[in-house]
């Protein structure tokens, strides 16, 4: 996928205010945040929506979520509680073909979101 931004992004070809990164994951400050914490966690690898997650793949989505537990810990809002969001297709919102997670936290989040 040489043309989707967070696979460059994976890469190191475009800057972004890091979080975390290791060999699997990068997580990074979202660059329009909707909340005071609002980071931006994505595979390394292009997996385009949740819609192709699969047996070949899903070992990604777990860590990322061991990732969002030390990110959140990290960055101090743990226990104040956050919300991991994720977007797939047009009507759900995604805006880029490559799966990535919201974490959003540092204010009271209301529901329903929108």
Not at 58 to 78: C, D, T
Not at 80 to 94: A, P
Not at 96 to 107: K, P
């Amino acid at each position: 996928m040489s043309e989707c931004i967070f696979c460059k992004i994976g890469k190191g070809q475009i800057p972004s205010k890091k979080v975390y990164e290791d060999d699997k994951v990068i997580a990074f400050h979202d660059i329009n945040p909707e909340a005071p914490v609002h980071v931006l966690v994505i595979p390394k690898e292009h997996i385009e929506s949740v819609n192709m997650i699969d047996e070949n793949n899903s070992k990604i989505i777990a860590h990322i979520f061991v990732a969002i537990n030390k990110i959140v810990k990290e960055l101090n809002i743990q226990e104040s509680g956050y919300r991991v969001v994720t977007n797939c297709g047009q009507d759900g919102g995604q805006t880029v073909g490559h799966i990535h997670f919201h974490v959003l936290g540092g204010r009271n989040l209301q529901w329903p979101p929108g």
